[in-house]
Nanobody
Framework: QVQLVESGGGSVQAGGTLRLSCAAS????????MVWFRQGSGAEREGVAG???????TYADSVKGRFTISRDNAKNTLYLEANSLKPEDTAMYYC?????????????????????WGSGTQVTVSS
């Protein structure tokens, strides 16, 4: 069984930076696609960034050039460096995992496509 625990959220002013972490435990390895999602108040859950084996990454257009996803396979930890934050980035951020191929992980999928989820960490950006 895979367990995911997010941390690192908080409240920042616009233009600020946060680094989110997602610690994975259980049977998870390089064959898992790891993804960050977010869900704002009243909004649908949307994919933010995904990574496969540290080499293949994909980003939503809304965060390209501002967010960076990375993973430390030795520590079983996923990261999201969020720079130049905007009020519209305010949301609960979740990490998700799904065993997949590299090609499958090259696109952000519907949330139902990912089997494992954390409980989220809140990011609030004030103007």
């Amino acid at each position: 069984q895979v367990q995911l625990v997010e941390s690192g959220g908080g409240s920042v002013q616009a233009g600020g930076t946060l680094r989110l972490s997602c610690a994975a435990s259980g049977w998870i390895d390089r064959t898992y696609c790891m993804v960050w999602f977010r869900q704002g108040s009243g909004a649908e859950r949307e994919g933010v960034a995904g990574i496969f084996d540290g080499a293949t990454t994909t980003y939503a257009d809304s965060v390209k050039g501002r967010f960076t996803i990375s993973r430390d396979n030795a520590k079983n930890t996923l990261y999201l460096e969020a720079n130049s934050l905007k009020p519209e980035d305010t949301a609960m951020y979740y990490c998700a995992a799904q065993r997949s191929s590299r090609a499958w992980c090259a696109s952000l999928r519907d949330p139902a496509s990912y089997k494992y989820w954390g409980s989220g960490t809140q990011v609030t950006v004030s103007s």
